[in-house]
T-cell receptor, first 116, second 112 residues
């Protein structure tokens, strides 16, 4: 199955700054997604990263706060803008890597952000 | 909308004990069901899946059967090991939607 690399793996950030997380897949994939996992909680879908067009955001998430790029079929970035302590989470990149129709997702190891 | 309700933890077991984690779902279509596992310090990994009613997913000694009549997908393992200590997530993907909806996760700790 595909391997997904994310960086940074962790970072400590100051309030008001922005951080960009990179996600690299070792094969071309159609669907890429960004999830957030807040401390002690489950995963919440932020957006679908669409290649060549604007990302599709879920309710409660907006482009100004979480701009996403998807320049090709193997790479995507998520920026967390104007960070506050409430943005402290693990951010996970994922891609649909199963063509059997079961929508199996492969996940990166995550980027753990702590905002002070 | 789609949702997954998962047994809350944490769950602490002794080695070789039987493990069950309950998962029920609500979906508008004909979902595929999944169990993902997150070992300490690692990302999520697919543990097993089932794509239609009565299918049984299995992997690493874990099993789960897709029960449409009870809208359930309970995870079981007959004899757990210390290495099974992890957070387990039940998830579903609707046939009309590529998005995954996750349960809250259940933390399992197995003691030697």
């Amino acid at each position: 199955s595909a391997v997904i690399s994310q960086k940074p793996s962790r970072d400590i950030c100051q309030r008001g700054t922005s951080l960009t997380i990179q996600c690299q897949v070792d094969s071309q994939v159609t669907m890429m997604f960004w999830y957030r996992q807040q401390p002690g909680q489950s995963l919440t879908l932020i957006a679908t990263a669409n290649q060549g067009s604007e990302a599709t955001y879920e309710s409660g998430f907006v482009i100004d706060k979480f701009p996403i790029s998807r320049p090709n079929l193997t790479f995507s970035t998520l920026t967390v803008s104007n960070m506050s302590p409430e943005d402290s989470s693990i951010y996970l990149c994922s891609a649909q890597t199963d063509n059997s129709g079961a929508n199996v997702l492969t996940f990166g190891a995550g980027s753990r952000l702590t905002v002070l | 909308g789609n949702s997954v309700t998962q047994m809350e933890g944490p769950v602490t077991l002794s080695e070789e004990a039987f493990l069950t984690i309950n998962c029920t779902y609500t979906a508008t279509g004909y979902p595929s069901l999944f169990w993902y596992v997150q070992y300490p310090g690692e990302g999520l990994q697919l543990l097993l899946k089932a794509t239609k009613a009565d299918d049984k997913g299995s992997n690493k000694g874990f099993e789960a059967t897709y029960r449409k009549e009870t809208t359930s997908f309970h995870l079981e393992k007959g004899s757990v090991q210390v290495s099974d200590s992890a957070v387990y997530f039940c998830a579903l993907s609707d046939s009309n939607d590529y998005k995954l909806s996750f349960g809250a996760g259940t933390t399992v700790t197995v003691r030697a």
